[in-house]
């Protein structure tokens, strides 16, 4: 009875946990579809937001373009304004004369205008029948100025005659000490002002609005033409709360439809400039995107819950299997059992010195590795100690190999009985043996632990198969961090110790001395070698194209300097730069530079190569050389060069110390024609007022900035800021480190005006760099 109540029981679990699985596919495949949904829902209205974000910002970018073109275009009226001042102070026959000679030249203003205190006209450039409609603001304008005393710009009434529509009259008050009060009549050629932005493409649904201070309409600017506002046009939904506000961006309707837009007041004249997108074009193609989601996830879900139908079809006939599978479930369980006894076996025999019983090199190296780790985060030492025995070769070939195997498994027992358990002991092969002693207090401690192994292996090894023998070990000792945190480098300085013990004296311990390093030996070779490379010519200049974005055409060079050592071979700045500049020679060395990227310029003008601006780099401790100037302009003198054949290029660091003084120095420089290159822009202190004072003509963007500029929304917008700030300074930019197709795209839609990096060329020699001048024009990583 009881072994039926057992059956049973085992089936209804058995029946459950098939009953379970079968659900839980069927659970799990629907809690990913609505995980799938969720997360797709979510995204798409992120996407959405970031869509309009940047409407937002290049609404408010462009709007900021437009003012800054049109307040450049009013500011011009400020000349007719003093010379009217002049007509009613001075002289009005001189003060007629500019104008009409000024007025001659203007494409912006076509016609000029004097009213006097009487609101009557007593200088027009041309008559016009318009005159007397503008009276009533002209004296509207007289008396605020009468009361006020302040010159307000005011727009007139436009004339609905259809060849007088793009012009339109700005009158501003004028006056003197003397009180007499006039009004200058200013007529605006909107068709001139607006050209620039015929040919802009603001999208489908795109209009820049130019708006009066009270929200009237005059113009508008859609892509590919320019209409003047009429009465059926519809009524801007703005309000005073919008026009109170200088710099505004929001949502607005236009034309009935919702629009994103940007209102920016152009102070101080009466203008309003408002950029517009319809929202729905904007997110066009996040439609489309939504639409591409929605049917790739019914699709993924139906197959998801399809293939869930599936596992639930193939579980029924496991189901059915099952009971066929646990009736050789006991053999298989035995079966496991003797291999893991195996394989035990087999891990203990690879892992296991056959002769000693110690560790060895491989299991070593796993064991070391972890303990390395565990004393790094418990902040201990660790040393690896290489041991190797004097004479056993002698010994081992004299009494035989039975004698050297029963010496070594002496030792080895000698060590593990001496050592702690949590220390490691090994035997790399032949009579080397490898210790690392783990969890060390001090460095102090390894001294008496060497010892005690010098004294222990030295003690005589007694009746070995009828002989006594005494041998002796060197030991050579490297110390983790100190001498490294990598066990093969470890290992690597203490052998290196070990032979430098054995030099020293036999049954003796040494340190691992850092000045055995290959690197500092290399170093110091450098070093001693360094006045008679620059006497020999072993530096050679590299150059790499700079690249003009709109045509790919090959604008310029940046010469970098190499090494190219007789042993070593070519050596790159980064391994004899900080070298030269820690031994004085650096100034030598930059001087060198100079030189020879003028001979090189000589060199291809006089093969007749279309040579272009070649730049070098100066260093601070150039910058502080008072001869600096005086060299650079004789170089370029004795190679018959122009000065605008040569660009030098600074970095933000050279500024840190003695600003002024480097400052005086690159005015000199740039007096005599050389462009100055500020280079590594942003990767140093950036600071605003260094672009801003210093003598400099291009700007450098630092590639830190350019290599994530796709998937960095930060650096996209420094990147583009920086851009818009050194074209509104006069300075052209250059990007560097460009490497990527989606890298010069974004540069060039920023309008940087040229990039630098592997995309196009890495640096390459002055042959190969000949070559690619005569191409002119470069392509992707033609080199």
Known sequence: MYQLFQYCLNRVQQLSIWNILQWGFFSIAFFVVISMWL?????????????????????????????????????????????????????????????????????????????????????????????????????????????????????????????????????????????????????????????LYQNIDIGETGIIHLLKSNGQELVQVRRGGIEIMNPNWMKLALDAKHLSDDNWVGEIKIHEAPSMASLKHIQPYPFYILVSREINDILREHQSLKQKYFVVLTLFSLMLLGGAFWLNLMMQWQRRSFNMLAKSEDEKNLLIANLEGERSRALDIASKDHLTGLCNRRMFMELGASHLIRNKRARSFSAVLFIDLDRFKSINDSLGHHIGDLLLKTVATRLQQMLRASDITSRFGGDEFVIMLTELEKESDVVEIAEKIVSTIAAPCLNLDGHDIQILASIGIAISPRDGNDLQALIRHADLA??????????????????????????????????????????????????????????????????????????????????????????????????????????????????????????????????????????????????????????????????????????????????????????????????????????????????????????????????????????????????????????????????????????????????LMIKEVLFHNET
């Open 39 to 195: 997360f797709a829902l979510q995204r798409i209205d992120y996407d959405k937001e970031i869509a309009l974000q940047n409407a937002n910002l290049t609404n408010k970018n462009l709007n900021l373009i437009v003012a800054e073109n049109f307040t450049q275009l009013l500011s011009r009226s400020d000349i007719y304004k003093l010379i009217a001042h002049s007509w009613l102070t001075l002289s009005p026959a001189e003060a007629e004369s500019k104008i009409k000679a000024i007025l001659a030249s203007d494409q912006v203003f076509t016609r000029i205008a004097i009213f006097d205190e009487n609101g009557q006209i007593r200088f027009a450039s041309s008559p016009s029948k318009g005159d007397a409609r503008l009276k009533p603001e002209v004296m509207r304008l007289l008396n605020h100025q009468q009361r006020w005393q302040v010159p307000v710009m005011s727009v007139g009434e436009i004339s609905s005659e259809s060849s007088e529509l793009w012009h339109i009259p700005l009158l501003i008050p004028i006056f003197n000490h003397e009180n007499k009060n006039g009004v200058l009549l200013i007529i605006l050629d909107l068709g001139y002002a607006l050209k």
């Open 498 to 771: 070990m032979y430098q013990a054995k030099q020293s004296k036999s049954g003796s311990y040494a340190f691992f001395d850092p000045s055995l390093n290959s690197t500092n030996i290399l170093q110091f070779e450098l070093e001693q070698r360094f006045t008679s490379a620059l006497l020999n010519d072993e530096f050679v200049l590299h150059f790499q194209p700079k690249v003009e974005v709109s045509g790919f055409k090959i604008v310029g060079l940046e010469a970098l300097i190499r090494w190219n050592h007789p042993q070593q071979g070519l050596i790159y700045p980064s391994e004899f730069i900080p070298l030269a500049e820690n031994t004085g020679h650096i100034l030598d060395l930059g001087m060198w530079v100079i030189r020879a990227a003028c001979q090189q310029i000589r060199l291809w003008k006089d093969k007749q190569i279309p040579a272009v601006r070649v730049a070098v780099n100066v260093s601070a401790q150039q910058l502080k050389d008072d001869t600096l100037a005086g060299y650079i302009d004789a170089c370029i003198k004795e190679f018959g060069l122009a000065h605008q054949d040569l660009e030098i290029e600074i970095t933000e660091t050279s500024l840190i110390d003695n600003f002024d003084e480097v400052k005086s120095k690159l005015k000199k420089i740039k007096a005599t024609g050389v462009t100055v290159a500020l280079d590594d822009f942003g990767n140093g202190f950036s600071s605003l007022s260094y672009i801003k004072t210093l003598p400099i003509d291009v700007i450098k963007i630092d590639k830190a900035f350019i290599a994530d500029i796709k998937n960095s929304h930060d650096d996209a917008i420094i990147v583009n800021s920086t851009i818009t700030l050194a074209h509104n300074l006069g300075k052209q930019v250059v990007a560097e480190g460009v490497e990527t197709i989606d890298q010069l795209v974004h540069l060039k839609t920023a309008g940087c005006d040229q990039v630098q990096g592997y995309y196009f060329s890495r640096a390459v020699s002055a042959e190969k760099a000949e070559a």
